[in-house]
C-alpha cells in the first residue's frame, strides 16, 4: 500500500521568493516518486522524478526535490518564485517492486501555489 | 497534436443518462489510464489497461466500466450519469517497464445534472 500527503492545500509566496512545497509518502517497498504541475485548462506535465538514483533530483523550470528516506519526504523548491510558477502541483509515488512499475501512481491531494507580484 | 488527446473536452449531461468518454493515443503506449481529479482529492485511479486484451479496476470503478478498442483507444464509460461523477477526467498512458512516468491529456470536464 502506498500514500501521499502533501502538507497545505494553498502555498502564497511573492516573486523572487522560495518556493517550498511539502509531500510525504508511505510506501512497503522502495518508491519512485514524482512531481506533477498542472496549469489552468491543462493536463499534468512531469516537473521530476525520483527513482532511486540521486537523492537530489533536479527538473525543469528550475525546480528540484530531495529524497530523504529517514523522513519519507520529497519535498520541492525552487529558489526563487516567478509568476509564471502559478500552478496546481501533484506529488505522486508508485511502487518500485523488482524494478518494474504498474503505473499506478497515487497521488497526493495537489498543493495551489499563488506567485504575489 | 497532442500525444494523448480526449474527447470530448467539456459536457454536460443529465442523471440517468450514459456517457462516454474517448481517448486516443499517438505514442505507441502499451498502458493506458483514466483518472478522476476532485478538488482537494487529487487524482484517483478508475481502471487501467496494460494491453487490449487486460483491463483492470483502479481504487474507485464503481460506475464505471471501460473498452480498449485498439492498443491507442480507451474509452471510460457512465453508464448511468450520477452528480457525484461530476468531475474532471484524465486519460494517461505510459511505455511498459519505463519508472513510472505518466503523459496526460488535457482532460475531460464532465457535468451532471
Known amino acids: 500500500a502506498q500514500s501521499v500527503t502533501q502538507l497545505g492545500s494553498h502555498v502564497s509566496v511573492s516573486e523572487g521568493a522560495l518556493v517550498l512545497l511539502r509531500c510525504n509518502y508511505s510506501?512497503?517497498?522502495?518508491?519512485?516518486l514524482f512531481w506533477y504541475v498542472q496549469y489552468p485548462n491543462q493536463g499534468l506535465q512531469l516537473l521530476l522524478k525520483?527513482?532511486?538514483?540521486?537523492?537530489l533530483v533536479k527538473g525543469i523550470n528550475g525546480f528540484e526535490a530531495e529524497f530523504k528516506k529517514s523522513e519519507t519526504s520529497f519535498h520541492l523548491t525552487k529558489p526563487s518564485a516567478h509568476m509564471s510558477d502559478a500552478a496546481e502541483y501533484f506529488c505522486?509515488?508508485?511502487?518500485?517492486?523488482?524494478?518494474?512499475?504498474?503505473?499506478?501512481?497515487?497521488f497526493g491531494q495537489g498543493t495551489i501555489l499563488t506567485v504575489h507580484p | 497534436d497532442a500525444d494523448v488527446t480526449q474527447t470530448p473536452r467539456n459536457r454536460i449531461t443529465k442523471t440517468g443518462k450514459r456517457i462516454m468518454l474517448e481517448c486516443s493515443q499517438t505514442?505507441?503506449?502499451?498502458?493506458m489510464y483514466w483518472y478522476r481529479q476532485d478538488p482537494g482529492l487529487g487524482l484517483r485511479l478508475i481502471y487501467y489497461?496494460?494491453?487490449?486484451?487486460?483491463?483492470n479496476k483502479g481504487e474507485i470503478s464503481d460506475g464505471y466500466s471501460v473498452s480498449r478498442q485498439a492498443q491507442a483507444k480507451f474509452s471510460l464509460s457512465l453508464e448511468s450519469a450520477i452528480p457525484n461523477q461530476t468531475a474532471l477526467y484524465f486519460c494517461?498512458?505510459?511505455?511498459?517497464?519505463?519508472?513510472?512516468?505518466?503523459?496526460f491529456g488535457e482532460g475531460s470536464r464532465l457535468t451532471v445534472l
Open positions: 505522486a509515488v508508485s511502487a518500485n517492486a523488482g524494478g518494474t512499475s504498474y503505473g499506478k501512481l497515487t
Open positions: 510506501s512497503s517497498v522502495p518508491p519512485y
Open positions: 525520483y527513482t532511486s538514483a540521486a537523492t
Open positions: 505514442k505507441g503506449h502499451d498502458r
Open positions: 489497461s496494460f494491453d487490449v486484451k487486460d483491463i
Open positions: 494517461a498512458t505510459k511505455r511498459g517497464g519505463s519508472t513510472g512516468e505518466l503523459f
